[in-house]
């Protein structure tokens, strides 16, 4: 089944071309990567799709709903969840917060039963609140609970947007340069760690990524960009030789 | 402070009795302190102005610590509340034979207030910071200027001779009333909502909040508690003008969020009642009463420089004070933290101050 079409998706800044001639088809369960050196378009693509800019031309289609036009609230609740290039938590919130706030369109209850704390509040509430603690449990964050989130070390703010992200209940998961800032070990475990909750949390997932060992080593696809238009696209091995692809991106040789 | 009482101390803070037996103790005092003048009516009056001040200050918060923009409107929705409520009760509803009628005027104030606050709500859409304080001081002017112009409310004059309807034991259960839904209000998804418009709107609409949707409830319940509490204020005051609500009155509310601290409830209560009390006894009168002991040589003197000219110190004292508390006590009396008792059990492990009290840079 195809979750997610992009169909001749086309962004303009200005007079700046941030995306040109975009598509895409990712499949429900598919894990792609998008590639391409900085400025390329790729969070510009994660933005359009979220509703953050409305793109110039074109369709992007998730599930059958035309996500163009919708609002980046209306677009998240439809399940699709993401993370950030630069960490964006809220940073003097508590981390158990930062993760309930995702529940928002979730937490089925009126503004009168908020107002008063009646009807369904006690009972919505009680189970996001359970929700949020199992997610920050299998992200081991919970003795974090109360913690306000910039006071995380580095680590565990990206660990707690992805944490975030998935309180979404995504069907798809949009991951912007997840292994930002990261040594080869911590790669590694985010690798291992990223097919994890894949598997758990039964998702499509869309990432973006300079490290080429990760890209490599989890996407079934790879998608790669250059300056708004797409260069190539295929699987590892194909992408790791394209002569376009090498010439144009990476340039000194063969990457692994 | 010794274990086991500390324990003790703890244990009573559970109790689930305990906010119910505090509201009806609270109640019965409403209720006697005026009915056998266990304080006298200044104080009373005094205590009144309190309530007012607790339900302005923690709604005021709720926009511009909750949710961290800078409304200068307040005093254009108490006057909204204030007018409404006193035409009620003059010409509509006939309150001298059932005073019973007087909370159907306070309410209709707050909800003609919180349609007010739709108003300035959808601005906020689009522009936040300081063009939004901008345009709530251009609301503030309107309202004024609007008042001022319509002759069948009594124009600049104001409307004289209003009903002293506000009593001890309704200033009670309008400020509990109020706070209360404003404190479920903040504890719940909407109330995240509004603090995580405040961290980071993008953000926070990219995790499924509906931020204009909160926005609206946020002003909404925000302009509602400022009529209801100009309602009240009218109905003591027994008269209104167009210039009872000016900047000035909405600078009070502000000194008052800033000095109790801002997102937090019990800051709030304990800043209004701080101000309040600290106003009062910088007028002359009150003043000249406290000092009435010393020696006739000392006090002749202070009172013929000083104690006289206080109100003239008092506009100097005020807007001092919200520089200074802004500058060096950004945080005041309980920035961001809470009285354990206002948050609700389940919330208390998210609260984020319990358990840190440091501030970390
Ligand atoms: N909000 C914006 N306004 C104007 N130009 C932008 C904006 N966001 C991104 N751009 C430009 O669009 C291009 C693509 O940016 P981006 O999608 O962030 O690249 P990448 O994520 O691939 O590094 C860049 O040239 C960038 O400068
Ligand atoms: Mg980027």
Not at chain 1, 1 to 7: C, E, G, Q
Not at chain 1, 59 to 67: K, P, V, W
Not at chain 2, 86 to 99: D, E, S
């Given at each position: 089944?195809?979750?997610?079409?992009?169909?001749q998706v086309r962004h303009l800044f200005g007079g700046l071309c941030a995306v040109a001639d975009f598509?895409?088809?990712?499949?429900?369960?598919?894990?792609?990567?998008?590639?391409g050196p900085n400025g390329a378009g790729k969070t510009t693509i994660f933005n359009l799709i979220t509703g953050v800019y409305q793109a110039t031309e074109g369709?992007?289609?998730?599930?059958?709903?035309?996500?163009v036009g919708?609002?980046?609230?209306?677009?998240?609740?439809?399940?699709?969840?993401?993370?950030?290039q630069?960490?964006?938590?809220?940073?003097?919130?508590?981390?158990?917060?930062?993760?309930?706030?995702?529940?928002?369109?979730?937490?089925?209850?009126?503004?009168?039963?908020?107002?008063?704390?009646?009807?369904?509040?006690?009972?919505?509430?009680?189970?996001?609140?359970?929700?949020?603690?199992?997610?920050?449990?299998?992200?081991?964050?919970?003795?974090?609970?109360?913690?306000?989130?910039?006071?995380?070390?580095?680590?565990?703010?990206?660990?707690?947007?992805?944490?975030?992200?998935?309180?979404?209940?995504?069907?798809?998961?949009?991951?912007?340069?997840?292994?930002?800032?990261?040594?080869?070990?911590?790669?590694?475990?985010?690798?291992?760690?990223?097919?994890?909750?894949?598997?758990?949390?039964?998702?499509?997932?869309?990432?973006?990524?300079?490290?080429?060992?990760?890209?490599?080593?989890?996407?079934?696809?790879?998608?790669?960009l250059d300056f708004g238009e797409?260069?190539?696209?295929?699987?590892?091995?194909?992408?790791?030789?394209?002569?376009?692809?090498?010439?144009?991106?990476?340039?000194?040789?063969?990457?692994? | 402070?010794?274990?086991?009482?500390?324990?003790?101390?703890?244990?009573?803070?559970?109790?689930?009795?305990?906010?119910?037996?505090?509201?009806?103790?609270?109640?019965?005092?409403?209720?006697?302190?005026?009915?056998?003048?266990?304080?006298?009516?200044?104080?009373?009056?005094?205590?009144?102005?309190?309530?007012?001040?607790?339900?302005?200050?923690?709604?005021?918060?709720?926009?511009?610590?909750?949710?961290?923009?800078?409304?200068?409107?307040?005093?254009?929705?108490?006057?909204?509340?204030?007018?409404?409520?006193?035409?009620?009760?003059?010409?509509?509803?006939?309150?001298?034979?059932?005073?019973?009628?007087?909370?159907?005027?306070?309410?209709?104030?707050?909800?003609?207030?919180?349609?007010?606050?739709?108003?300035?709500?959808?601005?906020?859409?689009k522009?936040?910071?300081?063009?939004?304080?901008?345009?709530?001081?251009?609301?503030?002017?309107?309202?004024?200027?609007?008042?001022?112009?319509?002759?069948?409310?009594?124009?600049?004059?104001?409307?004289?001779?209003?009903?002293?309807?506000?009593?001890?034991?309704?200033?009670?259960?309008?400020?509990?009333?109020?706070?209360?839904?404003?404190?479920?209000?903040?504890?719940?998804?909407?109330?995240?909502?509004?603090?995580?418009?405040?961290?980071?709107?993008i953000?926070?609409?990219?995790?499924?909040?509906?931020?204009?949707?909160?926005?609206?409830?946020?002003?909404?319940?925000?302009?509602?508690?400022?009529?209801?509490?100009?309602?009240?204020?009218?109905?003591?005051?027994?008269?209104?003008?167009?210039?009872?609500?000016?900047?000035?009155?909405?600078?009070?509310?502000?000194?008052?969020?800033?000095?109790?601290?801002?997102?937090?409830?019990?800051?709030?209560?304990?800043?209004?009642?701080?101000?309040?009390?600290?106003?009062?006894?910088?007028?002359?009168?009150?003043?000249?009463?406290?000092?009435?002991?010393?020696?006739?040589?000392?006090?002749?003197?202070?009172?013929?420089?000083?104690?006289?000219?206080?109100?003239?110190?008092?506009?100097?004292?005020?807007?001092?004070?919200?520089?200074?508390?802004?500058?060096?006590?950004?945080?005041?009396?309980?920035?961001?933290?809470?009285?354990?008792?206002?948050?609700?059990?389940?919330?208390?492990?998210?609260?984020?101050?319990?358990?840190?009290?440091?501030?970390?840079?």
């Open positions: 089944m195809t979750l997610l079409v992009a169909t598509n895409l088809e990712l499949q429900a369960g598919q894990l792609m990567g998008i590639i369709s992007i289609r998730f599930n059958g709903t035309e996500l919708l609002t980046p609230h209306q677009i998240t609740a439809l399940r699709i969840g993401r993370t950030f630069n960490i964006r938590l809220f940073r003097d919130l508590s981390v158990l917060d930062n993760v309930r706030i995702a529940h928002y369109a979730q937490a089925n209850y009126s503004p009168l039963e908020a107002l008063l704390h009646i009807g369904r509040y006690r009972r919505e509430e009680q189970r996001i609140i359970d929700n949020a603690r199992r997610l920050l449990a299998i992200f081991k964050l919970e003795h974090l609970a109360g913690e306000t989130a910039k006071n995380l070390p580095y680590g565990l703010q990206r660990r707690l947007e992805i944490a975030r992200a998935l309180a979404i209940d995504p069907e798809l998961l949009l991951l912007d340069e997840p292994a930002a800032g990261m040594n080869p070990n911590e790669i590694d475990q985010l690798m291992e760690f990223i097919q994890w909750i894949r598997a758990e949390f039964k998702l499509t997932i869309l990432l973006i990524e300079h490290q080429m060992k990760l890209v490599m080593g989890i996407c079934e696809r790879i998608k790669v797409t260069l190539a696209e295929g699987p590892p091995t194909a992408i790791q030789n394209d002569p376009k692809v090498l010439e144009a991106y990476l340039g000194e040789g063969p990457v692994g | 402070m010794n274990i086991a009482l500390k324990y003790c101390w703890n244990e009573l803070l559970e109790q689930a009795w305990l906010v119910p037996v505090l509201l009806l103790i609270g109640f019965g005092l409403a209720f006697a302190i005026p009915e056998y003048n266990w304080l006298n009516k200044y104080i009373q009056l005094v205590l009144m102005y309190i309530g007012i001040n607790i339900i302005l200050t923690v709604s005021l918060n709720l926009v511009n610590g909750y949710m961290g923009e800078f409304s200068l409107a307040h005093a254009g929705f108490m006057a909204v509340g204030a007018y409404t409520a006193a035409l009620l009760t003059m010409k509509v509803l006939p309150v001298a034979a059932y005073p019973v009628l007087f909370p159907l005027a306070v309410l209709a104030g707050g909800m003609v207030a919180a349609v007010m606050g739709l108003i300035v709500a959808v601005p906020s859409f522009i936040r910071g300081d063009y939004l304080a901008i345009i709530t001081l251009a609301f503030l002017m309107i309202v004024k200027s609007v008042i001022e112009n319509i002759d069948y409310i009594g124009g600049p004059r104001g409307i004289p001779g209003i009903k002293r309807l506000t009593t001890l034991p309704w200033v009670f259960f309008w400020t509990v009333a109020t706070v209360w839904m404003i404190r479920n209000f903040v504890y719940s998804k909407y109330g995240r909502g509004v603090l995580s418009i405040r961290e980071d709107e953000a926070s609409d990219l995790m499924s909040v509906n931020t204009k949707r909160v926005k609206f409830l946020a002003f909404m319940l925000s302009s509602f508690c400022a009529g209801v509490a100009g309602a009240l204020f009218a109905h003591l005051l027994q008269f209104i003008s167009p210039r009872v609500f000016d900047i000035i009155k909405t600078t009070d509310v502000l000194i008052m969020v800033y000095l109790g601290g801002i997102a937090s409830i019990g800051g709030s209560i304990l800043g209004a009642t701080a101000y309040t009390a600290l106003m009062e006894l910088l007028r002359p009168s009150t003043m000249a009463a406290l000092l009435d002991w010393l020696p006739e040589f000392v006090f002749n003197p202070l009172n013929q420089y000083i104690i006289q000219n206080l109100g003239v110190w008092r506009m100097v004292i005020m807007p001092l004070l919200l520089v200074l508390v802004m500058l060096y006590w950004p945080r005041g009396i309980m920035g961001q933290r809470e009285f354990r008792g206002f948050i609700p059990r389940r919330d208390r492990v998210a609260h984020r101050r319990l358990n840190d009290p440091g501030e970390k840079p």
